[in-house]
């Protein structure tokens, strides 16, 4: 029993006392230790690449290694992510993390290859840019999902993938895809009439109306505003939809024509009480901001 | 007899809020009718609705708190000052949920509500205060048009420098987060920035009513209830967010809070939490919050960095670091501009000659009804006593549900 | 207007401009962002296609026309490939100045956190390993070839220098190479040693009559950020105007942001110098239909722009494509977002024509509110001057309205008298007519009693006495001979004595009613007891 405490707390005595950077680092380059030691061993040092340019390249080097155990390689790629925050620290080891970025776009595990086109995406990197529409417009070429490709796009207003996201909701590959071509397109102030018609439409997902709800209150509030009222009335539409529509005119709704809207307002009154748990719980945020 | 009682030294209802360092107050008789001496005695005490805050008085600048404070009134409308504070680990859950008497005898001379209003852990707000925020977030982004585009722009790419990777980072963002939080407070005075605690498990927080829930491809979804289901940044809607955890645990690998505050009992060697778990924090995730360029399109940025701050301010009383004169609470080797205690801090300095950034977006910080620093151009050293420990007209008007006023 | 060329294609085409010196100059056009070849690519595009024209013309000798694409770049450019480009390009110049070093320091500072490797080997190649360089490693060899004339950069240098920890180790050298290429050479004693080429001294120019035959604009609508509803003509004419263009969605904060951010405060240096009023400014979005009148007024607001009836932010209602053309902007869209656009600002004139424009380089902002001074004080100096002529016409016709109207004969007896005046002169000019003789001597005498009666009534005899010297001048020059020089003076003197007496205004008396101008003729009756007014003549009962 004595003994059992006094392991216990020498272990918490040992657990408690940081290990230096220097131990981390060994840790997680080498490959004798185990991938759950080196993976901790990743997080402990993420600020050493900065201070040490044979870390970095240590670093670099288990992030390209495709020999490396997938889980350390990711860890790899997080724990110099993480120093990527401090910038003026990190000034001096972009130029060889973004080379090695582009390097590991096209690796084979396609978890590495979503992480790092999301980082680069995220820079605006034409290099990541070009190699996902390549994969949109030529499925053998795509390195991540059509769904997930466009979302990367996004982050970029200014990429050229407005063509190919119109053809997506035209044609979808799968419900997710729809859903992320329509947020790329609410980039684009002339796609406003695409989000109106699919807002009122009744045979779209509850995601892709409240999809093209958010997009079409953000080009023209005049026509959410529209359609949400003639939602709100329609006794056929759904609860979710409603709700959304709900939401949305308490939010930002022309306060003066929302006063004025008695139909409205007597007609949110009344599915205060008779809606669904959703409907009357926005119902009575709208009956609070514009009265009964 | 009738007196008023002013907190924060105004009667604007806006001013009645307090946390847990003090606040200054002042009382004075309006109407004497009932007095025979040319002072009274008035007895001051609080009264808490059910789950609702409390509040402790003290006469003067120093000296234990109490439950009740008894004041010597001059009845010809002298004001007399005296402090309140949120009593420790009694928060407000709603506006003016607190109830301060003052009484002449057994007659009701005056009350007035206040509200504790504290930075509190994200994943125990209540339903309704969970709302309030998520409607304060929703009416600053305004769909993409609103105030907060300005906040957005203060954290991308080209501006980092001014935040990031130098002892700066840690007063930067207790400035940045204290100005948002007063915007949203212009919107609703209840509204306080909750902190996302990354080394715990926050499921509350990860939901389709508060800060959504992902998909397998990261975007994130909310309740046809929530108005978030409508922000916008860079023009885009929505938010992209992918934890590499589940989110009823937390995200591996972050340094605990006991640990973070084992870094070091001096600056420089505490501010390495800007790597781990600050860094770490960020890049559990895919998605907008995980690059330094987008995170902050992620509201869920703003509970991170408030996380961030309390442990900042957690080591600050455990060490005693609210001075800026003792060396050990800054680093003060000569650092980039920005960066040192006597420099102003940029955007809200509004300079944009180099190296400072080009453009200044959203102008000087946001002032309060309740407090008058930092004041609209801070330095770095006025992000230090925050509680006015070291100075009471230093306090920045905020406190953390955990760290208390000593 | 899209036109389908490939990037491939659009690369070899560049390539084979470059390689032909009587082609080199098309490669402008190239760096135009109006250019068609840019409509409908995305921004990324967009910068590989400039970044290879750029790398083009750093294989070429840069020109003088060229140097502003490169300047530029290096102004407001955050891409890694086009700065490292125009780095590059820079070093193709055949004189390095001074004037640029300023150019490649404030790269430097724009670039250095976004540092990334950059390669030409090909068109369209990123870097990821070998054979890359990187923009601060080109501006690095740049300041290096500037050598002495980087001087003026050399302590900014220094301090990037003192911070070794930040910096990569392999740029250490490259610092130090231009710090000892700085230090070590003379600068070369040339004119263009501290100035830029002349093409670009005079940021900006007269374009008014460049722009002739564009587009008209003044029924074009704008909505403000009021909403309110403006033409272009309502807006920009009456006075000078400045104007920038902008968008909320441009993500280079060394192009929209800090134009607007400029824009606030050369309204604060028109308000100090009281012309606010005089000088309107105006905020125009590229992208109208994102940008609503919520989201500019925002935009605006945030940089601290003054907004009321003469500073506004504007979006075109219809017409953008009118504006387009009208002003030539640098601008090209990806659907109905701006992929790439420069810097540009200008000044109208009261008639809402282009009289100068700041293009490209980021414009100061006193030199603009100079500019658009200059042009208010010209159009008033032009008002002034036509005034003054309108006034000296004014007064010139009004001087010869009046002698015409005094020459004019009123009466038969005006008649008369010119008859008089003339016909004695001329009067060995007519065939013989013996008959003629007495009857113009009448005509004289008429014309004497006419001026005495006139001389009389106005109380002046000057007239008269002109009139009857005059006469007997005429009379002795036919009488005497060789006194037919003299019949002019006779002549003049009578002409002299019918102005006189036809300008001389009887003195306005006190009738009840201002009698200004009254007509001699009604002298006549005075006496007789008549008074007239303006408006009737009564028979005075005084």
């Known amino acids: 029993m004595t003994t059992k405490l006094k392991a216990t707390k020498k272990s918490k005595a040992k657990s408690a006392k940081p290990r230096s950077t220097r131990a981390a680092m060994s840790v997680a380059t080498s490959d004798k230790e185990t991938v759950k030691a080196r993976v901790a061993a990743m997080a402990e040092v993420p600020l050493a690449v900065c201070e040490s340019d044979k870390d970095l390249q240590s670093m670099l080097s288990v992030l390209r290694d495709q020999a490396q155990p997938i889980e350390v390689r990711l860890a790899a790629l997080q724990s110099i992510q993480a120093a990527s925050f401090s910038v003026v620290a990190f000034e001096s080891c972009r130029s060889d993390y973004i080379a090695t970025l582009r390097k590991v776009a096209t690796d084979p595990d396609l978890e590495m290859r979503q992480r790092v086109l999301g980082i680069l995406a995220r820079e605006k990197d034409g290099f990541a840019q070009r190699k ?142 008779k809606g669904g748990a959703k409907v009357k719980r926005t119902a009575r945020q709208f009956i609070s901001k514009y009265g009964r | 007899m009738n007196v008023e009682v002013q907190i924060n030294n105004s009667i604007n209802p806006k001013s009645q809020f307090v946390s847990w360092a003090p606040s200054p107050c002042r009382i004075r008789v309006t109407n004497p009718s009932g007095a025979i001496t040319p002072t009274v005695t008035i007895r001051l005490s609080s009264t808490s609705a059910a789950t609702g805050g409390a509040v402790v008085f003290r006469k003067g600048t120093t000296g234990a708190f109490s439950n009740t404070l008894t004041l010597t009134v001059p009845i010809i409308g002298t004001s007399v000052p005296f402090f309140v504070a949120g009593k420790f680990g009694r928060p407000s859950s709603s506006n003016a949920d607190v109830r301060i008497d003052a009484r002449f005898g057994t007659l009701l001379a005056g009350s007035v509500k206040v509200m504790v209003r504290i930075r509190k852990n994200a994943n125990n707000l209540t339903p309704a205060e969970r709302d309030r925020l998520v409607s304060a977030f929703a009416q600053i982004n305004n769909q993409g048009a609103g105030r907060f585009a300005d906040f957005r722009d203060m954290h991308t790419n080209v501006t980092s420098p001014q935040a990031h990777g130098a002892p700066g980072f840690l007063p930067w963002h207790r400035a940045y987060l204290l100005d948002l939080e007063r915007e949203l407070q212009s919107i609703d005075p209840t509204v306080a920035l909750p902190y996302w605690r990354f080394d715990q498990a926050s499921p509350n927080i990860f939901t389709l009513d508060f800060f959504g829930v992902s998909n397998s491809v990261g975007t994130v979804s909310f309740s046809p209830t929530n108005p978030l289901q409508f922000w916008r940044t860079d023009g885009v809607p929505g938010i992209n967010r992918r934890p590499f955890f589940g989110t009823n645990t937390a995200p591996p690998g972050l340094r605990t809070e006991a640990q973070t505050l084992a870094l070091g009992n001096a600056y420089p060697a505490f501010r390495t939490l800007e790597g781990n778990p600050h860094g770490s924090a960020h890049t559990s995730f895919g998605g907008f919050i995980s690059s330094i360029g987008t995170a902050a399109r992620d509201p869920l940025f703003f509970l991170l960095h408030c996380n961030v701050d309390r442990l900042w301010a957690k080591w600050q009383r455990q060490f005693g670091r609210f001075d800026p004169a003792v060396a050990a609470s800054f680093d003060g080797a000569a650092n980039p501009i920005g960066h040192n205690l006597p420099d102003t801090m940029w955007p809200w300095n509004g300079i944009t000659t180099p190296p400072r950034p080009p453009t200044a977006p959203g102008g000087s910080l946001a002032a309060s009804p309740c407090v008058s620093a930092p004041g609209p151009q801070p330095r770095v050293s006025q992000s230090l006593d925050y509680q006015g420990n070291v100075n009471a007209v230093s306090r920045l008007g905020f406190d953390y549900d955990d760290v208390p006023f000593s | 207007m899209v036109v389908e060329v490939t990037e491939t294609e659009f690369a070899s085409l ?51 026309e060229a140097l502003i694409f490169v300047l530029e770049e290096l102004d407001t450019g955050t891409d890694p490939y086009l700065v490292a480009a125009a780095a590059r390009a820079l070093r193709s110049y055949a004189r390095p100045t001074s004037a640029f070093a300023p150019f490649v320091m404030r790269a430097i500072t724009h670039i250095r956190y976004r540092n990334e490797p950059v390669s030409f080997e090909s068109y369209g190649e990123y870097g990821d390993g070998d054979n890359v360089t990187t923009p601060v490693q080109e501006l690095l060899t740049t300041l290096r070839w500037l050598g002495a004339n980087a001087e003026p950069v050399l302590s900014e240098l220094e301090q990037l220098r003192a911070q070794p920890d930040r910096l ?47 587009e008209p604009v003044e029924s074009v609508i704008f909505e403000d950020h009021n909403n309110e509803l403006i033409s272009f003509g309502d807006f920009f004419q009456g006075q000078p105007s400045i104007v920038v263009f902008f968008y909320t969605r441009c993500d280079n904060p060394l192009k929209c942001s800090l134009s607007i951010t400029k824009l606030a405060r050369i309204q604060e240096s028109l308000l100090e110098r009281g012309l606010a009023d005089k000088i309107n400014t105006a905020a125009i979005t590229y992208d109208p239909e994102f940008d609503s009148s919520e989201r500019i007024r925002g935009y605006g607001q945030n940089r601290s722009v003054q907004l009321n009836t003469r500073h506004r932010m504007l979006r075109a209602c219809d017409g953008i494509d009118s504006v387009r053309k009208h002003f030539r902007l640098g601008v090209n869209f990806i659907e109905s977002l701006v992929n790439r656009h420069r810097v540009e600002v200008y000044i109208l004139d009261s008639r809402g024509r282009i009289a100068s424009v700041f293009e490209r380089i980021h414009w100061n902002e006193q030199e603009v509110v100079e500019r658009a001074i200059e042009i208010l004080h010209e159009e008033s100096e032009e008002k002034s001057q036509a005034r003054n002529k309108k006034n000296a016409t004014a007064s010139t016709l009004g001087t010869m309205a009046s002698l015409g109207v005094a020459f004019f004969p009123k009466c038969p007896i ?73 019949a002019i003076w006779g002549v003049l003197l009578t002409l002299a004595g019918s102005v006189l007496s036809a300008l001389g205004t009887r003195k306005k008396r006190q009738l009840g009613k201002e009698t200004e101008g009254d007509s001699w003729f009604f002298d006549l009756f005075r006496r007789d007891g008549f008074t007239r007014t303006k408006d009737q003549t009564t028979k005075s009962t005084a």
């Open chain 3, 414 to 486: 005006c008649w008369a008298a010119y008859l008089s005046v003339f016909g004695i002169a001329g009067f060995d000019r007519i065939p013989y007519a013996p008959w003629l003789q007495p009857v113009l001597a009448l005509v004289m005498l008429i014309n004497l009693a006419s001026v005495w009666l006139r001389s009389r009534a106005t109380h002046r005899m000057l007239s008269f006495c002109f009139a009857a010297g005059g006469a007997a001048v005429i009379i002795m020059s036919k009488l005497s001979h060789g006194g037919k020089k003299f």
């Open chain 1, 132 to 273: 996902l529409l390549e994969g949109l417009e030529n499925p053998e070429k795509e390195l991540v999902p059509p769904e997930k490709a466009l979302q990367l796009l996004s982050y970029d207003i200014h990429a050229e993938a407005y063509p190919i996201a119109r053809k997506i909701v035209n044609n979808p590959p799968n419900e997710e895809a729809k859903r992320e071509a329509l947020r790329l397109l609410a980039a684009d102030a002339k796609s406003a009439p695409v989000f109106e018609k699919l807002l009122r439409d009744k045979n779209e997902t509850a995601e892709i109306r409240q999809v093209s709800a958010a997009a079409l209150q953000g080009l023209k509030p005049e026509k959410l505003q529209e359609s949400a009222r003639e939602i709100l009335l329609d006794d056929s539409d759904y609860d979710e939809i409603k709700a959304t529509s709900l939401t949305a005119l308490t939010q930002f709704g022309d306060k003066d024509q929302v006063n004025k809207d008695a139909a409205l307002k007597k007609h949110v009154n009344r599915i205060s009480t």
């Open chain 3, 14 to 64: 560049v390539s084979e401009r470059a390689a032909d010196p009587k082609r080199q100059h098309e490669l402008l056009e190239l760096l135009r962002e109006d250019n068609e070849l840019y409509d409908q690519r995305g921004a990324a595009t967009t910068a590989r296609m400039r970044g290879w024209v750029l790398h083009n013309l750093s294989l070429c000798s840069l020109t003088d």
């Open chain 3, 168 to 214: 990569p180790r392999t740029l250490l050298a490259s610092i130090d190479e231009a710090i000892k290429a700085i230090s070590g050479k003379e600068a070369v004693d040339n004119d263009f040693c501290c100035s830029l080429p002349l093409g670009l001294k005079d940021r900006f120019s007269w374009t008014s009559n460049s722009r002739r035959g564009c």
